[in-house]
């Protein structure tokens, strides 16, 4: 099924009638484009009577198939524009369909072309340089091809560094030339390559429209989940989608050219053989080297800045930012890594916890509650759950979640710092089940898809080992984001998914918090034993452009005056998750057994950047930054905690250290591990891949020394952070056991429920 099937979609996204025209103008250029091409390559195909029938017949096939090929985007053009799918820029349609008809025509022509370049670069021709000519013709195609792959969502090249854009050419042209050269100098590979470009350059536009984020390396490992996320969006090309279109074209063209110089058979020889096979290997070899052997981050200072990497990917290019990513998805040994080292280290900090908070009254009369009443935990992930009132009440007089943010009586809670924003859950999640950050993997990266977690500590298995019952549930297909192959490894003794909600209530076609919540009380009926449940939401994923809330749970805010169709879906949606946790903590306050709950958010959607970045200025960079990265959390419990006054004390806080902070404070047994990470806390109070914060709630961005923490307290924060990224390491990858998973995601679908894996049609 094809992930460019739309989703139902509100009147707001279809052409306004003003716009009805122009749409229609670029529909039928697009149609013509498409005709012209067609008539004029027939035409000049006429003319190979003035050419050798044996030299027109090499080219014949190969130019029909590209010329097809690009006929075919010049049709699809024009019938997405008829759709309304289309910016409505003349111009921009006009260009495209120029270049693309210009390029079709020099493929349907390519054998009366190869004829004329033939003659142009023989021996007394006006240009004897058969070789340079094809290099030209490379040259070009790579030029072309890197316009493809930047210009959809990198629209000003001028704000790339010089360097950075000419590395991009150099391997784009590099790579055609390889493919080129290595089969005997045939144009299909490599123009397979360029149109390979052109779509990643379109996939990297509606990535970026969607998430704010670009495509990283850790996003090959969750491709199913990325597939089926992709069926919740509208796919509307842009100005700038048009123009790289048109250069994806042109670049096709130059390299079906180039194929002029290939001789004929009768006059192909070893030697001639052996060279294009040794220039082939040696720019494919010299690709592989480069990118292997030279360390993109500290030789070429390609660097992704985690607090921003879609900055990094404009102004460093596409290529070159990636390729600095994947080196850095092997996660790094910290330096003067040790592991006896690693070792004291952890016990030195869990020591510290005994001998300090561990030791204190109030733990002791919270542990022997605990022991004595064995508590059920739930924990519950709240999709996309986020408080937008701290971007000042979105100019539209906006508070945020009523009844979360009037709890009272709660164990703790406060903001929660995460690593993720716009999407990016399974990071949220690892980060809370296991007690790692983010931090110390970098961005892009996704554990769950990425990583052998199979010797990972993490909280199903220390409730199992307890006496738990433990279970997970996820309103959706079980392969999303490795989950089934994740959560078996961690010891869940069940995993809820779709199959297991069948009949269950929905908004906008998603599973409900409520319906969520009716299935914990249900298992909490069904079994008296002490549980640990962790749920996973779906009720608020993205997109909020679906037009599919009922009316009388449609919210009206206006942003500066104007009202926004998204922004709005959004805020709707987080009323109801708010009215249905009110709901579920009514319930379990009068539920006849001890529960403890912790709730807490994901990620913000994918659209406040926009208000951080026009309303807060003249601030220092990672407070600016943080706001982005940033939900809430509540623990809270149906009975009085020993040792806790709950009255909703604010401690804030990063999700790695959230599991602890929970055990900690309702007197549950901890882990080494999470000792060490309460120790940690005390100087450095959170962390996420953006930064880090010290005890005085001072931020840092990620990567900065004891020379930028100028105060004793940064001084503090910046060891602790070097501190735990050699404990986390020990406790992740030092096991013996291999880095990278052993069991792959299969097949997902995230955004439809109600369809089977590797589905993405929406209903």
């Not at 052409?15 to 122009?22: D, S, Y």
């Not at 807060?616 to 809430?632: G, I, P, S, V």
């Not at 404990?727 to 990278?740: C, T």
């Amino acid at each position: 099924m094809s992930s460019f099937h739309q989703v139902p979609v509100s009147n707001h996204l279809r052409p306004h009638p003003e716009e009805l025209k122009v749409v229609m103008i670029v529909a039928i250029l697009s149609v013509i484009g498409c005709v012209a091409s067609i008539i004029l390559g027939i035409l000049a195909n006429r003319r190979l009577a003035a050419t050798q029938a044996d030299t027109s017949a090499r080219f014949r096939v190969s130019g029909l198939i590209w010329g097809g090929i690009l006929a075919t985007i010049q049709l699809f053009l024009g019938v997405w524009a008829a759709l309304g799918f289309v910016q409505d820029d003349a111009l921009s349609a006009l260009v495209a369909q120029v270049l693309l008809t210009a390029a079709a025509v020099s493929c349907f022509a390519r054998p009366y072309l190869a004829a004329r370049l033939t003659a142009l670069t023989a021996s007394g021709g006006a240009f004897p340089h058969p070789v340079i000519a094809t290099v030209i013709c490379l040259a070009l195609a790579g030029a072309c091809a890197t316009l493809g792959l930047e210009i959809p969502s990198n629209h000003d090249l001028t704000w790339m560094h010089p360097l950075c854009l000419l590395l991009e050419y150099c391997l784009i042209t590099a790579a055609f030339a390889g493919l080129f050269f290595l089969f005997q100098r045939r144009s299909t590979p490599s123009s397979i390559l360029a149109l390979g470009l052109g779509i990643l350059g379109l996939a990297e536009y509606f990535v970026i429209l969607f998430k704010s984020m670009p495509i990283q390396p850790g996003d090959l490992f969750a491709l199913g989940t990325a597939a089926a996320v992709s069926a919740g969006y509208t796919y509307t090309l842009s100005a700038y989608c048009l123009y790289g279109i048109g250069c994806t074209g042109l670049a096709i063209a130059f390299i079906i050219l180039a194929g002029f110089s290939r001789p004929e058979r009768a006059a192909r020889s070893r030697r001639g053989l052996a060279v294009n096979l040794l220039v082939g290997v040696l720019c494919l070899g010299g690709i592989t080297a480069h990118v292997t052997l030279i360390d993109y981050y500290n030789t070429l200072g390609i660097q992704i800045y985690t607090w921003r990497p879609l900055e990094s990917f404009y102004r460093q290019g596409y290529l070159p930012s990636f390729i600095t990513s994947a080196q850095t998805i092997i996660p790094p040994k910290p330096h003067d890594y040790q592991t006896s080292k690693a070792e004291e280290l952890l016990e030195s900090y869990a020591e510290s916890f005994d001998e300090g908070a561990g030791a204190s009254d109030e733990r002791a009369q919270a542990t022997a509650q605990f022991d004595e009443e064995q508590p059920t935990v739930i924990a519950i992930m709240n999709e996309t759950f986020s408080d937008l009132s701290i971007y000042q009440n979105l100019h539209a007089g906006y508070e945020g979640p009523t009844f979360f943010k009037s709890i009272s009586d709660a164990v703790a809670r406060g903001t929660l710092y995460v690593s993720a924003y716009g999407g990016g859950t399974c990071n949220t999640e690892f980060e809370f089940l296991t007690g790692n950050s983010m931090a110390y993997l970098g961005n892009g990266v996704y554990p769950f898809s990425t990583y052998n977690l199979t010797q990972t500590e993490n909280l199903a298995q220390q409730f199992s080992d307890l006496g738990y019952t433990t279970t997970a549930m996820h309103p959706n297909h079980g392969t999303n984001w490795n989950r089934e192959n994740v959560y078996r490894g961690f010891g869940f003794d069940d995993f809820l998914t779709i199959e297991d909600f069948e009949g269950a209530d929905r908004l906008r076609g998603m599973v409900t918090d409520e319906a969520t919540y009716d299935k914990i009380l249900e298992l909490l009926d069904q079994n008296e034993d002490p549980q640990f449940i962790f749920d996973v939401t779906m009720q608020n994923h993205s997109g909020y452009t679906t037009g599919l809330l009922p009316a009388d749970k449609q919210t009206d805010y206006r942003i500066d005056g104007v009202y926004d169709a998204e922004v709005n879906e959004y805020l709707a949606l987080i009323d109801e998750s708010d009215r249905a946790l009110e709901q579920f903590i009514e319930q379990l306050r009068n539920l006849d057994r001890k529960v403890i709950v912790v709730f807490f958010g994901d990620h913000q959607p994918f659209f406040p950047d926009r208000y951080n970045d026009a309303w807060f200025t003249n601030e220092d960079e990672a407070t600016h930054a943080e706001r982005l990265w940033q939900t809430d959390y509540v623990i809270w419990a149906n009975y009085d905690v020993a040792g806790c006054d709950q009255t909703s004390e604010e401690i804030d806080t990063s999700t790695n250290y959230l599991g602890s902070l929970m055990m900690q404070l309702v007197g549950a047994p901890l882990t080494d591990y999470q000792k060490a990470q309460i120790t940690a806390r005390t100087s450095m109070s959170a962390i996420n891949t953006t930064g880090f914060c010290d005890a005085r709630g001072t931020w840092y961005m990620t990567g900065a020394t004891t020379e930028a923490a100028t105060t004793e307290a940064g001084d503090a924060a910046v060891n602790t952070r070097d501190d735990l990224s050699r404990i986390q390491y020990l406790k992740l990858f030092d096991h013996g056991d291999g880095i990278f998973t052993k069991t792959l995601q299969g097949a997902a679908n995230e955004t439809d429920p109600n369809l089977a894996p590797g589905t993405t049609k929406i209903k």
